[in-house]
């Protein structure tokens, strides 16, 4: 007797590399990768070579330019696109989901400035990099749990991605606050009448992704003739893509915002974020001392980021959790809400690109900065795993749902 086609036929499998790239863990560990490239290209005989790249100009502007100014432009509009869509429709769409992660943002903010701030009080001239230490990058954090698996709960998760979005939409206001310099009125009345446009199109349910992203690229070089950084011009693009979809369309993914998303995932996170570090992340050690290690620099933005932030994060959840303003999350023990603490001082991304933007016209504070906020995330994502590998789960076995 025969037996049909589809009976013989064999199971399919995922390809590794597939798997590879739909893992959670994977664009951390690229990261990780990429790391290590730019510190052995900036310390091999390659060296002249790589920075040599780096400041070769195109069109007006150096690669190392183009890829901080445009690339990131990309980053950030996905950045915006997910906060906006949490915000609205997501894990931050109510208050009660909001408390817990916007306090613990909140605190991880505030103590690594102060701790920088303290360490660095006898040198004035390194004030301006305050906000080095400020930022948790999603993408590392993430992957640290990923690899960690199922030993800590889904709400924790849930939790920390809630506090990146978070801190990430503090560290946009704080670049939009406080690193931008002189203005061009011309420029930035050009970049309001491109939001008006942008905002027309969402208003009259314009769709197509092809106006906002044609008018978008305009914005940006508006912004980036303005004084204002170029990169906020993405969020501000991020902010006017519709969240509805057409009227005639059957499903939710069909809306702009979540198909420009899902087109932008994979190539920020595995190759903008990765091209970024490449360009970054290289710094040159030779002559690198253990006094200079314990610079005030260096220092302030490694223990702002491995220090500050887990006491920040931590106390000021456990503040909010004590006040009854917000729930445990569900599932998870003290000790696993520190563990995800130290984490967050994983600051690599949006450290280095602040770093790079407080001292602009300084190769050897940047080098210090890039330094400290190496010595930082490692610390922290060190420390992180560590305890949250062996740290005990809840005993009582409750849904695993996030109570934020």
Known sequence: MDHPKSDLRPTRRISLMRQFFDSGASGGMILMGVTVIALVLANSPAAPVYFGILKTYVFGLSILHWINDALMAVFFLL????????????????????????????????????????????????????????????????????????????????????????????????????????????????????????VSFNRFNVTSLVPYLLVGAVLWFFVLQSGIHATLAGVALALTIPLQANPKATRAEDAPLHRLEHALHKPVAFGIIPIFGLANAGVSLSGLSFDALLSPLPLGIAMGLFIGKQVGVFAFSELAIRLNLADMPAGASRLQCYGVALLCGIGFTMSL??????????????????????????????????????????????????SM
């Open 353 to 402: 690109f602040i770093g790079a933007l407080a001292f602009p016209d300084d190769p050897l504070l940047t080098d210090e900065a890039k330094i400290g906020v190496l010595m930082g995330s490692v610390l922290s994502a060190l420390a992180g795993y560590i305890l949250l590998s062996f740290a005990p789960r809840e005993k009582l076995q409750v849904r695993e749902a996030s």
């Open 79 to 198: 950045v915006g696109l997910e906060i906006k869509r949490e915000m609205l429709d997501g894990q931050l769409s109510t208050w009660p989901r909001r408390i817990l992660p916007g306090i613990a943002a909140l605190g991880g903010m505030i103590v690594p400035a102060l701790v920088y701030l303290f360490i660095t009080r006898n040198e004035p001239h390194l004030h301006h990099g305050w906000a080095i230490p400020a930022a948790t990058d999603i993408a590392f954090a993430l992957g640290v749990l990923a690899v960690i698996g199922s030993r800590v709960p889904t709400s924790l998760k849930i939790f920390l991605t809630a506090l990146a979005i978070l801190d990430d939409l503090g560290a946009i206001i704080i670049i939009a606050l406080f690193y931008t310099s002189d203005l061009s009125l011309p420029m930035l009345a050009g970049a309001v009448f491109c939001l008006v446009a942008l």
